[in-house]
């Protein structure tokens, strides 16, 4: 089954390609390798803001990190020249989140990007990861995730 068709199977539509919000590219590409430059927690209402441990639940927070995970997916089609097809695995996400001192569920709330690559992609979607805490995050964001994809 096609990308595309698992997509949209779970209701998703990749959208635009976010533009870069300060003085960095979107992605640069070395041979079959894409590395995508952070992607923050954005949805159709705008920024998806807030602080684990202190306003947002896990649940919120993995919902966020799905949100990164399609605009990650959006920037290989990007990188690919429209061609999501071209994507071969998803290598390596690094997550970060806007969260307390004593907040310790990290990786439950990138599990959020983690499982969609899993639902999107089967085993092209497991990936090596790293899921850490952030004091803060641009425009106070909850969730910004980078990754490194094998693309043909």
């Known amino acids: 089954m096609s990308i595309e ?10 959208p635009e ?3 870069p919000a300060a003085n960095y590219v ?3 590409q070395l041979g079959d ?4 430059s952070g992607q923050i927690s954005n949805g159709p209402d705008g920024f998806i803001t807030g602080k684990l441990g202190a306003d947002m639940s896990v649940e919120e927070g993995a919902a966020a990190a799905k949100t990164c995970a399609i605009s990650l997916l959006a ?8 061609d999501i097809e071209r994507l071969v695995r998803v290598v390596k996400l690094t997550g970060f989140v806007n969260s307390t001192a004593d ?3 990290q990786s439950k709330v990138i599990n959020g990007a983690s499982d ?7 085993d092209a979607g497991r990936h090596s990861r790293s899921a850490v805490s952030a004091a803060s995050l641009p425009f106070g964001v909850a969730v ?8 043909r």
């Open 116 to 122: 969609f690559m899993v639902e999107a992609l089967g």
């Open 75 to 82: 920037q290989v089609k990007a990188a690919c020249g429209g």
């Open 103 to 105: 907040f310790g569920d």
């Open 17 to 19: 390609a976010p533009a």
């Open 144 to 151: 910004e995730i980078e990754g490194i994809f094998q693309v």
């Open 26 to 28: 979107p992605f640069v």
């Open 5 to 14: 068709s698992r997509l949209s199977e779970l209701g998703v539509t990749l």
């Open 33 to 36: 390798t894409v590395y995508i």
